[in-house]
């Protein structure tokens, strides 16, 4: 059983950064009430950029006003809970208690940060604590997170040596995503929940990932066998079957028309027990294929559906399979990403309709780069499929940026020299 990798968190203070802190005086104390509550216009979408990275965003406030009487703890539980709702934070822990109190979660002590990372499972190495106040930064320190200093110039004491100071929330995240893509948040491929899937159609490379153990299935279609120079299609099928028959593969019909695809699909599922029938979501006409799609998976065929795009079609493939063979979808992530669109929500959004539809399986199609395969994971996507080209660079995967860089001159230089460049 594969061990998923502890999470990395973004730990915000609330009165100050998550919200407005009312200031008085230079210094700055929380609403008293939801009406003075003020949630800053850019906040949401500075921590939409750390949740698409997979960081957890986990609220962290003092409120001793409560403990001293100043305060009602339900007016106090009304302003966090629309700060959950509104920000989508995954948490957002409080510590009620006065100064002298001799607990462990008042900042600066780090207690909340630790019952977090123990309750969310955070890595709080890779984590970070942004704050607006000296005692955020110490309990950020305290507990092992790099630390940015949200500089409101209150007129108080300044937190001794943050790692970085910003003078806005955006300003802080830039650096925090920066500092993040230095160090990968999975350390290893064998973290990794999402199963790899080759794609393509040479047979002496797929016979080669067939011998790696992380390779958990195969897909293939017609334009990757053309540039193969594959020409007898079921030869070839038959062929790669001989040799692989314990682990999944689809290959896929290339008839425009719904009789002629169901006859091939009919054929094709007819080749092997792990042999899955990729059937496109329309024909080239725009004509849609649920009603073959649905037939044939209840018809006891494991389809794969392909070619998907759009959430509509990703809800209607699903609905068409309910209740068949086990099967999957294909979404081809890679094309979406083509157009400007960042396919994450997308495929974050697919994996909430799938849940709860243990027949149905996510693919996360077309990747470009080997951070797909951290994002397919990080959504919770199933399967991602991935060319010979995007597998043989995985071995880059925590390699220091520095050495990389170093590498990258070498390169350049010794091309170079093969070239016998001269100025």
């Known amino acids: 059983m594969k061990i998923r990798p502890k999470q990395r968190a973004v730990f915000l203070d609330r009165d100050g950064v998550l919200n407005r802190a009312v200031v008085r005086e230079g210094k700055p104390y929380p609403p008293t009430s939801l009406q003075e509550l003020i949630i800053p216009d850019d906040i949401g979408p500075a921590l939409y950029r750390l949740r698409r990275k997979g960081f957890l965003l986990i609220g962290i406030t003092n409120q001793p006003d409560v403990a001293r009487g100043r305060q009602k703890k339900d007016i106090v539980d009304q302003i966090n809970q629309r700060l959950l709702n509104q920000l989508r934070l995954d948490d957002l822990l409080v510590c ?172 094709i599922a007819d080749w092997g027990e792990n042999v899955y029938v990729k059937i496109p979501i329309t024909n080239t006409r725009g004509e849609g294929s649920l009603p073959l799609i649905q037939g044939l998976s209840h018809d006891g065929i494991k389809v794969n559906v392909t070619a998907v795009l759009t959430m509509k079609q990703i809800r209607e493939a699903s609905r068409a399979l309910e209740g068949g063979a086990p099967s999957c979808i294909s979404v081809f992530a890679g094309r979406i990403a083509d157009t400007g669109r960042d396919p994450v929500p997308i495929m974050a959004a697919a994996v909430e309709v799938l849940k709860g539809v243990p027949s149905q399986e996510l693919i996360w199609a077309s990747p470009r780069e080997v951070l797909n395969v951290y994002q397919a994971d990080q959504v919770g996507c199933h399967i991602i499929t991935a060319t010979p080209e995007i597998l043989s660079k995985l071995n880059l995967v925590g390699k220091d940026l520095s050495e990389f860089s170093a590498d990258t001159v070498k390169m350049f230089r010794e091309d170079a020299l093969k070239a016998a460049f001269k100025i």
């Open 96 to 267: 009620y208690h006065d100064d002298g109190d001799g607990c462990d979660c008042r900042k600066p002590n780090p207690g909340l940060l630790l019952r977090a990372a123990q309750e969310h499972d955070i890595d709080i190495s890779a984590s970070f604590m942004m704050g607006d106040r000296w005692s955020d930064i110490e309990a950020g320190r305290r507990a092992g997170c790099e630390t940015v200093f949200l500089n409101n110039e209150y007129l108080e004491q300044s937190p001794a040596n943050p790692d970085f100071v910003a003078a806005t929330i955006s300003v802080g995240i830039d650096y925090i995503l920066t500092r993040a893509a230095e160090k990968p948040s999975v350390k290893s491929l064998t973290d990794l929940r999402v199963k790899l899937f080759a794609d393509g159609a040479n047979l002496s490379e797929m016979l080669r990932l067939y011998a790696n153990p992380m390779i958990a299935g195969f897909t293939t279609n017609p334009t990757l066998m053309r540039k193969a120079g594959v020409s007898d299609y079921k030869g070839f099928a038959v062929e790669v079957l001989r040799a692989i028959s314990d682990r999944p593969i689809s290959f896929e019909v290339f008839s425009d028309e719904f009789e002629e695809m169901k006859r091939e699909a009919l054929l």
